[in-house]
């Protein structure tokens, strides 16, 4: 009995990891939004920005599947969300279809934007593309090494919010970096977490992540101060009641985080993500 359309359409839906987006949309919105403040928001760009965005974090989702399944990281006992391939639910084929379309799109999109702006969005967009890769795709990998966290914070911030201003406007905006610096922060908070849940099952596979390297302790301080750096931002460069709206989501986290353990950190997980969207809306909307 074949199954249900809508079936396969959740399956595929949620092999992306529609949860991991926000690290990517927050940069880009508030580019968008320190863009306006100079010059009108090219409409048609910004989606085009957004969707090339979204397009690489998805293609470096699946292709860190790919590869945690290649290596046999996704067994029995895994802590985190079970991945498609590894329950059988979709094969290696599709999988790989699914990365070589995301990669076309991802390029597809690319060339439009260096079109648009030139040698400073090509080294962005490739270096991204490498890194989107790098990140899983070898025994020596970044999330294997322990250096993935300063990858995140430049990807997921100051390069992506000044690219994406930088699209608008074709000026470099040191508004743009700043609040840049605060998202990244964010995201590898998420990476925080994600490999706190991680320790014992990264420790038996020999991945030396920063929290493996350093221990579960250094881990959640990490943690705390990169949750509480954004707020500390927002009092100094923007207004106290940003800072205190930021603060009360940040340390209601930061108890949750602490009192969690187990499958209880997908939750953290989730929320962290929420929390950078959170950080963005605080800027682009108050």
């Known amino acids: 009995m074949e199954r249900p359309l809508i079936y396969d359409v959740m399956i595929y839906f949620k092999m992306i990891r529609p949860g991991t987006l926000a ?23 910004a989606v085009l920005t957004l969707l090339t965005a979204c397009s690489i974090q998805i293609m470096s989702n699946l292709v860190n599947d790919y590869f945690d399944f290649k290596k046999g990281n996704d067994k029995e006992g895994r802590l985190g969300p079970a991945r498609a391939v590894s329950l059988g639910l979709v094969s290696v084929q599709t999988l790989l279809r699914f990365i070589f379309f995301y990669t076309f799109l991802s390029i597809l999109g690319g060339i439009a934007l260096v079109w648009v702006g030139g040698i400073p969005i090509l080294l962005i967009g490739v270096s991204a593309l490498i890194f989107a890769v790098l990140y899983s795709a070898t025994s020596k990998s970044l999330s294997h090494l322990g250096i993935a966290d300063i990858f995140v914070l430049l990807y997921y911030g100051p390069l992506a919010t000044l690219g994406t201003t930088y699209l608008q406007t074709m000026q470099f905006s040191l508004t743009s970096l700043l609040w840049g610096i605060g998202c990244g922060v964010i995201s590898i908070a998420v990476l925080v977490v994600n490999n706190v849940r991680d320790y014992e099952q990264d420790k038996e596979h020999g991945k030396k992540t920063l929290i493996v390297r350093l221990g579960l302790g250094f881990g959640r301080i990490y943690y705390i101060l990169l949750i509480l750096l954004p707020v500390l931002m927002l009092f100094v460069f923007a207004t106290y009641w940003q800072g205190i709206f930021q603060g009360i989501i940040g340390i209601i986290l930061i108890a949750l985080f602490l009192h969690s353990k187990g499958r209880a950190y997908n939750l953290v997980l989730i929320l962290t993500g929420v929390y950078n969207l959170f950080f963005t809306l605080n800027l682009v909307l108050i």
């Open 23 to 45: 690290a990517c949309i927050s940069p880009v919105m508030i580019g968008l939004s320190v863009a306006s403040h100079s010059v009108r928001i090219d409409i048609l760009l």
